[in-house]
């Protein structure tokens, strides 16, 4: 029978001596309980998509989440089961899902022509509101995220004539090769902390990740000791200002302002990967929120509002690499008529200021009121809120970088994901590396259903003496 989030029963905690993995395979067959059209297209799928999936990292335990629908903060799925979507793919959804604003730009772009390799008016309007959040005069347009990082680090060479990047461990920029390096490693492969593996991801040759040089985030020294060994080598610097795929890492003060004078001091660059973060923890992103301006910004995901999309920005003296033809920026569908229709209306009528002081509101009071229940139950939390992103995550100290990050409890992040989704809440399904991604079409009844969750979570975590999963490794990401 297909549920909607309010008729889900809430389960008591679990019988003396039960398992982590028992509760996780407890959790599982529930969910596939609900699912079996799901199973059925999932089964089916895997004749013509290799994994049943469009994307690898659609593929979760114990099966993927088949969407049918979304409107505003909630989706449906083909069996009809109605859930608050706190996943918003992977943080582009922050505008909510069929939001009136987004509909009425797409629909009259769409009956206008929607590609034309050619230049619209809405690139001019996109590009200027964003420099005004990012202070970067100059902007382009790509169709992903990882279009954005490799325009990056593509200009950060073609200024510098330099070969050599420098990328933060365990952070990812994207599939192409430049950025494929040092990724999604569990503990036992990562090397001596100052000098890290630089294992290429496959079909990656060993050769372009030995154009990269590997440094923990939140270290300065560690940046310092790279420039040192190779004067005169580096192009730049490309990193999210906060790591968002390790859970979510706030930089240490005077980060950000120490890589960038470090890197200008050698005559290199610095990117701020602002993919997940830009335009979702503030109105001007990381850049603003940290108050460090950098040689170049990469957005994508939330700036179309959910039609793919990708930009690059860049002070005058990186974006005349362009103008002047050092660098040819490209691609037929870059600033795509639909997706500028859409990013216009994203920019300029939903995501106001006061959309991030609403989200702020609703956020805290999801962190506040969970880290609450947490300590009722005596289990350790620690966590964060900024905007439209926010965790709450079971371990004991917050995490400053990769190596830290991994040592969190893979298998109590699975269960968590399993009881929300249960409850009605549709997390990210990579709980232990995923943040949660409000909407400005959330409301206040969303977030008591995700506390509610978040009482039983406590209870079933704080009632499992014997943590050992055989299911998820120890220091493993997923
Ligand atoms: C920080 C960051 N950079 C780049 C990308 C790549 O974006 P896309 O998947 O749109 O290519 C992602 C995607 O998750 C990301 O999180």
Redesign the pocket.
Known sequence: MATTPTDLPTAAPAAPGTTIDQLIEAEEAAMLERMPVAREMFERAHEVMPGGVTSSWASTRPIPLWVERGHGGHVWDVDGNEYVDLHAG?GVNVVGHAHPAIVEAVQRRVTMGTHFAQPTPDSIAVASMLGERFGLPQWRFTN??????MDAIHLMRAITGRDLIIKVEG?????HDLVNVSLWRSSGDLGPVDDPVREPGSGIPKAIADLVRIVPFNDLAAVERVFAAHPGRIAGMIL?PMM??AGIIPPHPGYLAGLKEICHHHGALLTF?E??TGLVVAWGGATELFGVRPDIV?L??ALGGGIPC?AVGGTSEVMSAISDGRYDQVGTFNGNPLTMASARAVLGEILTPESYVEAERLGRSMFDRSMAILGEFGVPAYGCVYAFKGSVVFHDRPATNYREFLQIDTAVSHLRYLVQHNGGVFMAPWAKTESWTLSTMHTDADVDLFVRNMRRSAELVASITDRHSELFEVGSVT
């Open positions: 992977y992903s995220g990882t279009e954005a990082t952070s990812y920029h994207g599939h999210e968002m795929n990967d993919v997940k990469c994508a995901k990708g």
